[in-house]
DNA sequence: CGTGTCATGTAATCAGTTACATGATTCA
DNA sequence: TGAATCATGTAACTGATTACATGACACG
């Protein structure tokens, strides 16, 4: 089974709920996905392009934001059927690489408070990343309550609650462990 | 920062631990790490020469094997101060892209029963892995229960469990939820 | 008038997968 | 003898990141 391009669909994704510039688009993903989803500039404009060749998009340059040439993308009907028809595809499990989980399986080969304290650097980064998420499910909340896909959306964000959840409660027990040795 | 290539840390890591093969690496690889941790053979034998060429493993025809032709690999000094040195470096956070959320996400774009399917097939999944898992923890309390490292180990699969918990846990709410409505 | 942000993009490189190729050994 | 597994590898491709490049506009 080939391997197919997920950006796209990210994309269209987004596109299928309202239109937005490249920019716009990757500023949301980073601040309403980037739990779930990453894009970068690199792959973002040219899969821009390539959509747009393939009639899954369309464009056109807003005038109202002056001079500067900022390019609108709409989603078309044919990007919408793409769209659909990948939605009902069976979903391909992504594979993982948790590099601090690997140091901790080599942990034998660095001193005990080096472990500890990427472990602590661990549960900073996933405090940070909850605060975020708390910031978005209110501004959620409390901004777009009327949202006809607020339902979904508040799932993504149950995920990622659950999971940086998970993660917190073992750094905090593994800490433990380790000091307990 | 420049993105330092992650394969060869796995592979130094294991062979920190004993002697193998590249067909044992893999197999081990599979079997025991595969809960955080993925390679595939058309990463893994070109990176065992290049760590050989660097002179951070050794390799030699394994003859007791018979006339099938076995190299095993062992780190050498040098591979020992490049692992140890790479876990003392900082953990880079890895970024995600879960597909099956991205679809939730577009819940409003597929039929009820189908977005229900994607979860259920998560869920078997998660618990076939759940079942993989147990398994594994089994053999190496049962088998291995002296191993220098155990601890070590027995923290990664803490953290398999509990990742896979707690997505069971939301796929189940999720489902919920998601029939509620 | 200079720093930050808005805005779009490319080149070079590296990472990683899929599919294929080859051949020996084991065992039913 | 033919299927399964052991064992090692390559070619072609796709995915993804990093770093760089360019320029306009806003605002203090």
Redesign the pocket.
């Known amino acids: 089974?080939?391997?197919?391009?997920?950006?796209q669909y990210a994309i269209l994704g987004l596109l299928s709920k309202q239109s937005y510039?490249?920019?716009?688009m990757?500023?949301k993903i980073n601040k309403i996905a980037h739990f779930h989803w990453?894009?970068?500039?690199?792959?973002l404009?040219?899969m821009?392009?390539q959509l747009e060749k393939e009639g899954k998009v369309s464009s056109h340059i807003d005038l109202s934001?002056?001079?500067?040439?900022?390019?609108?993308y709409q989603i078309t009907d044919l990007g919408i059927e793409a769209l659909k028809n990948w939605l009902l595809q069976p979903v391909e499990q992504p594979?993982y690489?948790e590099e601090l989980v690997l140091k901790v399986a080599l942990g034998e080969h660095l001193p005990k408070e080096k472990l500890l304290a990427h472990l602590n650097d661990y549960m900073i980064q996933l405090e940070e990343k909850n605060r975020l998420l708390n910031n978005m499910v209110n501004h959620i909340q409390t901004q777009h309550s009327k949202r006809p896909d607020k339902p979904y959306l508040d799932l993504t964000y149950d995920y990622a609650k659950i999971i940086i959840q998970a993660k917190l409660d073992w750094a905090k027990q593994t800490i433990q462990k380790l000091q307990a040795v």
């Open positions: 089974m080939k391997k197919e391009n997920k950006s510039s490249g920019y716009e990757k500023e990453a894009e970068s500039n690199a792959q404009y040219p821009l392009k934001s002056g001079a500067r040439q900022k390019r609108i594979q690489r």
